[in-house]
């Protein structure tokens, strides 16, 4: 009899993979992995993306909803692998290396490809390839020169290299080849200190410390067989403008200094120039917003001189989350997945920190290594995708990798690049 009903017991390992999927969905995350180590047929069941996809979809920072910021990552990521890299992110579990030095102090600015890496080191632009583990190779893929002062800002997008300087110019190469496509030389009274580019490549954005916005449109020259960069409008903002970014449905939000009782923040119609509204009335004198972030067609991120960052949504005309430095600091820039990941850098000490965008509070900081030791650095500029982080301080560029690959130890014979 005890014979008769041990052949008719079944088994777990005998039960087919459909049912062991849907025993398996009930399990929480240790329990998960304590079964991936039962045997293999064990393992690859639990690590089958069903069970990890609504997990993934909540993950910080890796989740790959946002299509720019899927984009701009190296692969495109399984569930497990998205809950595991969130899980490192929520912990700051990375591993931090110097990747590129100099000797003179700039401002730098990052752009952030899949394939490549772009960083402005005075009036130059230097194309880094990417690496499999995150890291950039020594050398350089490409050198764009067009400006005779510092790059104050620039923008890749729509196969284009858009760049603003320090000399009032305008310069635009070809992102792929490297070719100089145009320049338009003092098309501003002062420093273009914001660009942007929307329309898939067809608008431009530029604002100034002249106080004035300008809109062009990108026409074929066919004398020249070139493009042109033609002015559509000027608009004065009356106050400086540090920042400009475009949405998808043809607002422009503009960031003055915020000083002399201009608004921060002036939102203009981009066809026709047209003032459609003003936010941030309510903050002090002086409140300058540095960098800003669109996460849909009406809410967006604005960081600044007041030490706070803040979801602005159109729709209520006010901010309605918001994000203090706790050292009292000003925020010069802003890095985010645009879901639930926030990255701000401050002016001192290279300080970034991570925050969680559903809660109040930051997670941790961290403080990017500068080219030599005891100096301070603000924190210039950003870039990230769902498995690093880049971080440009004066003089050296930091790569906060969250894979576990430690580039070091895998490319022992790399050295840092030197300009």
Request: include cysteine; hydrophobic fraction near 40%; glycine fraction near 8%.
């Amino acid at each position: 009899m005890e014979l008769k009903l041990l052949s008719m017991s079944i088994s777990l390992d005998s039960l087919p993979t459909d049912v062991l999927l849907t025993l398996f969905k009930y399990l929480d995350r240790p329990s998960l992995g304590s079964v991936a180590q039962v045997c293999s047929r064990f393992r690859d069941i639990s690590y089958s993306d069903c069970l990890w996809i609504e997990a993934s979809r909540k993950a910080l920072a890796s989740n790959q909803l946002d299509a720019a910021s899927r984009a701009r990552c190296q692969e495109t990521l399984s569930a497990r692998d998205k809950v595991r890299l969130g899980k490192a992110w929520i912990q700051g579990d990375t591993l931090e290396s110097l990747v590129a030095v100099q000797n003179t102090k700039f401002m730098p600015r990052l752009q952030l490809e899949a394939k490549r890496l772009w960083v402005a080191w005075g009036n130059r632009i230097w194309c880094h390839p990417r690496l499999p583990d995150g890291g950039i190779a020594k050398t350089t893929s490409r050198m764009l020169r067009g400006h005779s002062d510092d790059v104050s800002k620039f923008v890749v997008s729509d196969g284009m290299v858009v760049s603003g300087g320090r000399d009032r110019s305008l310069c635009a190469w070809n992102a792929n080849s490297g070719e100089f496509l145009f320049a338009r030389r003092y098309c501003h009274g002062g420093e273009i200190s914001a660009v942007d580019v929307t329309a898939r490549g067809a608008v431009l954005i530029t604002g100034s410390r002249d106080k004035n916005v300008l809109v062009w449109n990108i026409r074929e020259d066919p004398d020249r067989d070139a493009l042109l960069p033609v002015p559509v409008h000027r608009t004065c903002v009356e106050d400086r403008v540090w920042s400009v970014a475009a949405n998808d449905m043809g607002l422009l939000a503009v960031g003055t200094a915020g000083t002399k009782g201009v608004p921060p923040l002036r939102l203009y119609d981009l066809a026709s120039g047209t003032n459609v509204l003003d936010m941030g009335t309510e903050l002090k004198n002086g409140a300058g917003m540095l960098d800003m972030a669109w996460l849909s067609s009406s809410t967006f991120l604005a960081c600044g001189y007041d030490t706070f960052t803040r979801l602005w949504d159109t729709r209520c005309r006010t901010y309605v989350r918001s994000w203090e430095e706790p050292f009292d600091e000003s925020v010069y820039c802003l890095a985010t997945d645009k879901v639930n990941c926030l990255v701000t850098g401050t002016a001192r000490h290279g300080r970034v920190r991570i925050w969680d965008m559903r809660s109040s509070g930051f997670l941790y900081m961290k403080h990017a290594s500068p080219a030599r030791r005891g100096q301070s650095s603000p924190v210039y500029s950003m870039a990230m995708d769902a498995a690093n982080l880049y971080v440009a301080l004066d003089q050296s560029l930091n790569h906060f990798g969250f894979s576990g690959q430690d580039p070091k130890r895998q490319r022992t014979q790399r050295r840092i690049r030197r300009y």
